[in-house]
């Protein structure tokens, strides 16, 4: 069976253990997901599923996304993303099917990745931790500069990677064996033990873990 999922970033809440221990769980609404295309080893040499997530206005999509959907029997969605996945587990789906939460169980462990929350410009004390300078001995103007960004005459230019001030946030991260606390079938609900990346009602991708499943076949 397919591995990944797409879901949408819901909120946090609590959930007991059976010893009567807060568990912090993150609530991820992973509706049915429509599969657009399927790619096979013998025609795009790899094996992958597109699949879609949300809805969306017939108005709003252009025409070459509304005959790409078309073709698969698929209302048009608001987002399309290609997951990988080997021929064994793509065997039985086809465009035209979906991907549902069946795939998870209370107890499986899950890589959960998404976009963090953008923080605007930042300097480089909140941006990369710098400490700062001095509030006294005749500091002016200068208590959370970044200092000195470089040399003189050798080699006369900046590093590649250096600290400095800039747009901070808004980057992909994954956060890796997330526990399934529950699975509300019903409600196309999934509680995830932790924290996921992302803002409330951010899009997300859930897989199963990889590193714990690799750990179970060895």
Not at 197 to 207: E, F, S
Request: hydrophobic share 35%; glycine share 12%; with cysteine.
């Amino acid at each position: 069976m397919p591995m990944a999922i797409l879901g949408k970033k819901i909120g946090m809440t609590q959930r007991f253990d059976e010893q009567g221990r807060i568990i912090p769980v993150t609530i991820v609404e992973v509706a049915p997901c429509p599969i657009v295309q399927k790619k096979t080893l013998a025609k795009e040499r790899y094996s992958a599923l597109q699949i879609g997530f949300g809805s969306r206005r017939k108005k709003r999509a252009n025409r070459p996304l509304a005959g790409h959907l078309k073709k698969a029997g698929v209302e048009p969605t608001r987002l399309l993303k290609e997951i990988r996945l080997t021929e064994e587990e793509a065997a039985g789906l086809d465009a035209g099917g979906a991907l549902t939460i069946e795939i998870f169980e209370k107890g499986d462990f899950v890589d959960v990745t998404g976009r963090t929350k953008g923080r605007g410009f930042a300097g480089v004390i909140r941006r990369h931790g710098f400490s700062g300078k001095n509030m006294t001995h005749g500091t002016h103007e200068y208590f959370r500069h970044g200092g000195s960004i470089g040399m003189c005459a050798t080699p006369g230019r900046l590093f590649k990677g250096k600290k400095m001030p800039g747009h901070m946030g808004a980057v992909q991260r994954t956060i890796q064996n997330l526990r399934v606390v529950e699975v509300m079938k019903d409600q196309n609900l999934l509680y995830v033990a932790g924290a996921i990346p992302g803002a409330k009602n951010g899009i997300v991708l859930v897989r199963k873990s990889v590193k714990k499943t690799a750990a179970k076949k060895s």
